[in-house]
């Protein structure tokens, strides 16, 4: 069975093609970031606009790449939420019509379960269950995944996801955007020990998260000293430890609580080089693996779009035009 996958949730257009039997056979994504860098952040009608300009052209090059024609394609998937409702709108139309107008299933993907799934794309994909620390720019949920669709919250985050947060103390410190990878490049530059930021939540029990005050603490530190090079850079380094240390505590305690061996680490900030060096440390110590995707697969992208299709593919066979989006649609929804 061969999917197409379509992600349009927020500033990147993804479109690939998964076959069941010869897996990821073809991968197009076109990145905004160029675009927003000027704002600070995504426009969402700018996202939304340039999401209709690249989505056929990156269609067809993901069919010239496999070397397939679209009556070649079983079924599509495409990304329904959670986005950008405006962005979300052109990959559902999209999708929709074209799976209408070849008569094959189309199939609403969650985002988020993309990303859990993403590790699946890897050679060494992880086995059932797993805890999931699902990190990027919209959300931080610790997840507890006992077979496909069965998904318990167990905590996240009660304000600023973890790579809003990276982005934002980015740009208090005058870095481009998507700030969290700028901030992550200069970290490497600083002394670590100089600032001493807290690790939030946790001193007390729970698996919540909680990045606002930290992002405040980042604040006043950077008003509170020089605005120097090694400064800036010495910063960011007590920030990334902080976030680091943050959900390194929250997974230990997640893994504890489960008995699980294994951890599944994903979205944008997963790539983050710190946070995996760690987190392998702590599983290779707690006799676990931890498992997370390549880094083109850590941001959005249509593969984890396509392969969350290839294993809905048996029971959601959606032949009609109505089109929902949902700008939140937690995990726990799914079945």
């Known amino acids: 069975m061969r999917v197409l996958g379509i992600e349009t949730s927020c500033d990147e257009t993804g479109v690939a093609i998964y076959d069941s039997h010869a897996g990821l056979i073809a991968n197009q994504l076109n990145t905004q970031s160029k675009i927003h860098d000027k704002y600070g952040g995504v426009v969402p009608e700018l996202a939304a606009r340039h999401h209709l300009q690249q989505i056929v052209p990156l269609i067809k090059a993901a069919l010239q790449e496999s070397q397939l024609t679209v009556k070649d394609l079983d079924a599509v998937a495409y990304t329904a939420g959670p986005g950008l409702v405006g962005a979300l709108l052109i990959g559902a139309c999209i ?76 740009k208090l410190l005058g870095l481009g955007y998507p700030g969290g990878r700028e901030l992550s490049k200069i970290s490497k530059h600083g002394v670590r020990g100089r600032f001493m930021f807290p690790r939030p939540m946790t001193n007390r029990p729970g698996l919540d998260f909680s990045f606002s005050g930290l992002k405040t603490f980042a604040a006043q530190t950077i008003y509170n000293n020089s605005n ?62 931890v498992f997370y995707p390549r880094p083109e697969f850590c941001t959005d992208n249509g593969a984890m779009i396509a392969y969350a299709g290839s294993i809905r593919l048996k029971k959601n066979k959606n032949h009609s035009l109505d089109i929902a989006v949902y700008p939140r649609w937690p995990l726990s929804e799914l079945s």
């Not at 919209?138 to 985050?157: K, N, R």
């Open 228 to 289: 120097t090079q090694q400064v800036r850079a010495d910063i960011a380094c007590a920030f990334e430890d902080a976030v680091v240390d943050t959900l390194l505590v929250k997974c230990r305690r997640a893994l504890d609580r489960s008995g699980f061996k294994r951890l599944v680490i994903a979205g944008g900030v997963s790539a983050n080089c710190l946070l995996r060096s760690k987190l392998a440390d702590m599983m290779e110590r707690r006799n676990g693996e």
């Open 95 to 170: 999708g929709r019509s074209l799976a209408f107008s070849l008569n094959i299933p189309s199939i609403a993907i969650n985002h988020m379960e993309g990303h859990l799934l993403s590790p699946m794309l890897e050679k060494n994909p992880p086995d059932f269950p797993f805890i999931a620390l699902l990190v990027s720019g919209g959300h931080t949920q610790l997840i507890s995944v006992t077979a496909m669709g069965c998904y318990t919250l167990l905590g996240e985050s009660l304000d600023d996801a973890a790579g809003e947060a990276f982005d934002k103390v980015a």
